[in-house]
């Protein structure tokens, strides 16, 4: 059963980043993946915030970057030096097509990038239950689309990016149903005390 799980993983890696690879492809998927290329994202979701939710606002951002740290940090820290699945850019019996000047660390799964963009978009979709249904399709294509991009450049295979996705919907769930009334509360509380 794991052999037959293993040898579609592969053949599915080989086809993202082997069978359709191109030129267009070639220049743009390095780029969606790379963390800096959303910070004017990041930017305008701080302005929103401060813009809809006034002094909440601290609060929606706040649930992101610690969605963002738990995901980022029980990943990297965790999860790869438990599984040690070399990521395919060190696996040399898979030729992989290696789009970036560094592989990264040799453990791939689950995917930190995959996991760290869900669990920011999925924590914001749950965060705002009044956003619309076209920001919402937007946010997930946006981590669906980076986990793509992770496979086309030769740096995780596919199982990787869905362990993530998976780790990141886990967080997710957590910090909006465990941590966000907390900080509600304490807000609350903070303004009664102010008042």
């Known amino acids: ?13 080989h086809f993202i980043n082997q069978t359709l690879s ?3 492809f070639d220049f743009i998927f ?17 302005i929103y915030c401060f813009w809809k939710f006034k002094k909440m606002a601290w609060i929606y951002i706040l649930v992101v970057v610690i969605a963002f740290a738990l995901s980022d940090h029980i990943t990297s820290e ?5 599984f040690y699945r070399l990521r395919p850019c060190h696996n040399h019996l ?20 995959a996991s760290n963009h869900m669990a920011m978009a999925l924590t914001i979709i ?7 249904r076209w920001i919402k399709i937007l946010f997930i294509s946006w981590a669906l689309l ?18 993530g996705y998976l780790f990141g919907i886990i967080v997710a769930l957590f910090v909006n149903f465990a941590v966000f009334p907390l900080l509600k509360k304490l807000h609350h ?3 009664r005390q102010q008042s």
Request: charged content about 10%; hydrophobic content about 50%; glycine content about 6%.
């Open 22 to 24: 191109n030129s267009f």
């Open 30 to 46: 390095p780029v969606i993946r790379n963390p800096h290329t959303w910070i004017p994202l990041y930017v305008v979701l701080a």
């Open 1 to 13: 059963m794991m052999n037959w799980l293993r040898n579609i993983d592969y053949a599915v890696f």
């Open 189 to 191: 509380s903070l303004t």
């Open 78 to 82: 965790y999860f790869k030096s438990f």
């Open 126 to 132: 749950l965060a705002d239950y009044f956003i619309s």
């Open 146 to 163: 980076i986990g793509f991009a992770q496979v086309y450049v030769g740096v995780h295979y596919p199982a990787d990016i869905a362990g």
């Open 94 to 113: 898979m030729h992989a097509r290696l789009l970036l000047e560094n592989c990264g660390g040799n453990w791939g799964f689950p995917s930190t990038h």
